[in-house]
């Protein structure tokens, strides 16, 4: 699974040198041109990092960067501004708005690569939080005395959804028994219903779970996403 990036910029020269640099290391790559369009497509999308001009028409970089910090699954992403000022006022403002890196205009292969090997890891550890991946399992489940199976169908670090529900209502709590393809070992979370989707699922949240059980998570899913 390729790591996304979204790259903001009002010059169309400056996206395709982007893309151009980009791509052939591994990354899948979004470009736009219109800052009004890039925040409406964050409200919609997910991605693994963002690169974002200062200084554009209608919404600029800093604006741009306040609306990313805010929105519902792109809020934690890292964010690189692309800027030909570096004075300590513009990466101030910039800070302050959100922005984690920034890339001086105009940028080189070998500056532009330094900067995705920094981000690389806080890149991967947001694809961990927000990767949501298919897995089939069955599911010991407890809840009101009572024991019953169900089937995965996905999971993230945050939790999993499953079927059937076997009755859970929205916001109660159950206790989860399983174990992941490769991993050895019993993974035993407490969860709590937050969503119910037709027929018959339920989108269980991880409450509580043991330090031991979050890394048996943790690792499956970073083998899974690393390929």
Same mark, same amino acid.
């Given at each position: 699974m390729?790591?996304?990036i979204?790259?903001?910029?009002?010059?169309?020269?400056?996206?395709?040198?982007?893309?151009?640099l980009?791509e052939?290391?591994?990354?899948?790559?979004?470009?736009?041109q219109? /800052?009004?369009?890039?925040a409406?497509?964050?409200?919609?999308?997910?991605?693994?990092?963002?690169?974002?001009?200062?200084?554009m028409?209608?919404?600029?970089?800093f604006?741009l960067?306040?609306?990313?910090?805010? #929105?519902? #699954?792109?809020?934690?992403?890292?964010?690189?501004?692309?800027?030909?000022?570096?004075?300590?006022?513009?990466?101030?403002?910039a800070?302050?708005a959100?922005?984690t890196?920034?890339?001086?205009k105009?940028?080189?292969?070998?500056?532009?690569?330094?900067?995705?090997? #920094?981000?690389r890891?806080?890149?991967?550890?947001?694809?961990?939080?927000?990767?949501?991946?298919?897995?089939?399992?069955t599911?010991?489940?407890?809840?009101?005395?009572?024991t019953?199976?169900?089937?995965?169908?996905?999971? /993230?670090?945050?939790?999993?959804?499953?079927?059937? #529900?076997g009755?859970v209502?929205v916001?109660?709590?159950?206790?989860?028994?399983f174990t992941?393809?490769?991993?050895?070992?019993?993974?035993?979370?407490r969860?709590?219903?937050?969503?119910?989707?037709?027929?018959?699922r339920?989108?269980a949240?991880?409450?509580t779970?043991?330090?031991?059980d979050q890394?048996?998570?943790r690792a499956?899913?970073?083998?899974e996403?690393?390929?």
């Open positions: 390729r790591l996304r979204l790259a903001v910029d009002d010059e169309q020269e400056i996206l395709k040198l982007f893309r151009s980009v052939p290391l591994g990354y899948e790559v979004e470009l736009i219109d /800052s009004r369009e890039a409406r497509r964050i409200l919609r999308q997910k991605f693994d990092a963002i690169f974002l001009d200062a200084h028409p209608h919404i600029d970089g604006e960067a306040e609306r990313i910090r805010s #929105s519902p #699954s792109n809020k934690q992403v890292p964010i690189a501004m692309l800027t030909a000022y570096d004075d300590a006022e513009t990466m101030r403002k800070f302050r959100g922005v890196m920034f890339l001086g105009p940028f080189s292969a070998k500056k532009l690569r330094g900067l995705l090997r #920094s981000m890891g806080p890149m991967l550890q947001e694809r961990r939080r927000y990767a949501r991946l298919p897995v089939r399992i599911i010991q489940c407890t809840w009101g005395g009572k019953f199976e169900a089937a995965s169908l996905n999971i /993230s670090e945050g939790g999993m959804l499953m079927e059937p #529900s009755g209502a916001g109660e709590g159950i206790s989860l028994q992941l393809p490769k991993i050895q070992k019993a993974v035993k979370p969860a709590r219903n937050v969503r119910k989707e037709k027929p018959d339920m989108a949240q991880f409450q779970c043991a330090p031991e890394d048996a998570i499956y899913i970073v083998a996403i690393s390929g």
